[in-house]
């Protein structure tokens, strides 16, 4: 059977653990009936999950390719399908199939490189595969910096896992911040793009950003002014995704399908494509 024809058809799979991580976003641990990972994957790469008769919908794979027991899926409330999905419970069965894009360049243009993440909201989410992929070959990896906002500290999805594990991880340093004031939190307040000038980085590193598209474009901008090049930075888009595939015609943006040629792009081929993500 080709690769491309196994991708296409969705296996059963068993929700076996559900995080609650904000008030509207939920982690969701999935495996094969017989216990198993339902296929190996890159960081960066998305699958879709599927409730027969309620809907489907492309999700990013937070967990990282390193974890041989189980994968794992980050998902925020927003629609028919993921409002079904957070009143499922641990035990239901759900469908999935993939893996689909093309995943972040981990083991050629990332190796050996000093590494800038920068999220916003759920989109943590796409870059805790590779923040943890990285960890664990930290070895093959400079230094990593993790920049990381969301709206209040509630809204800080993998909060736990952020202040447990990354923040005890050498050669790794998180800067969080919150949009607004809060009470019980002292630390960084502002939006992340001027977080990331305030923190006026080396520019000898090579930047990943996810987050609400409006945020990317501040971001870059922001990259840009303290001087780094377009081709050092990278982004993941994921807008309207369906085939998986390329044939649908969903995600097309210019001369480029975002399911084949995306989610990962180095933000100097997004000035090829036309205004309108």
């Not at 502002?190 to 923190?199: A, D, H, I, S, T």
């Amino acid at each position: 059977m080709s690769d491309m024809k196994e991708t296409l058809i969705p296996q059963v799979v068993t929700v076996t653990d559900i995080r609650v991580e904000t008030p509207d976003v939920k982690t969701f641990r999935i495996v094969t009936p017989e216990g198993k990972k339902p296929f190996e994957h890159i960081p960066g790469q998305c699958a879709m999950l599927s409730v027969p008769g309620v809907g489907e919908a492309m999700i990013s794979i937070t967990s990282s390719p390193t974890n041989k027991e189980f994968m794992e899926f980050s998902i925020k409330e927003c629609g028919c399908l993921t409002t079904w999905l957070h009143s499922m419970d641990v035990g239901q069965q759900i469908t999935i199939r993939g893996p689909y894009g093309n995943g972040f360049p981990v083991d050629t243009a990332f190796k050996g490189k000093d590494l800038l993440f920068i999220a916003g909201g759920i989109g943590l989410a796409p870059l805790r595969s590779v923040i943890n992929y990285v960890r664990d070959k930290r070895a093959d990896y400079g230094h990593v910096d993790i920049v990381y906002g969301s709206r209040s500290k509630d809204d800080l999805v993998d909060y736990k896992e952020i202040m447990e594990e990354w923040c005890n991880t050498e050669g790794v340093d998180v800067h969080l911040t919150i949009d607004r004031e809060q009470e019980g939190w002292d630390g960084h307040v502002g939006f992340v793009p001027n977080y990331v000038k305030e923190l006026g980085f080396d520019v000898n590193k090579t930047a990943i950003i996810c987050g609400p598209p409006i945020m990317i474009k501040f971001t870059l901008a922001g990259l840009q002014e303290i001087g780094f090049d377009k081709t050092q930075v990278y982004t993941t888009m994921e807008l309207r995704m369906k085939c998986g595939i390329g044939k649908c015609g969903r995600c097309n943006i210019g001369s480029k399908y975002v399911c084949k040629d995306g989610p990962v792009f180095r933000c100097d081929e997004l000035d090829e494509l036309p205004n309108e993500y």
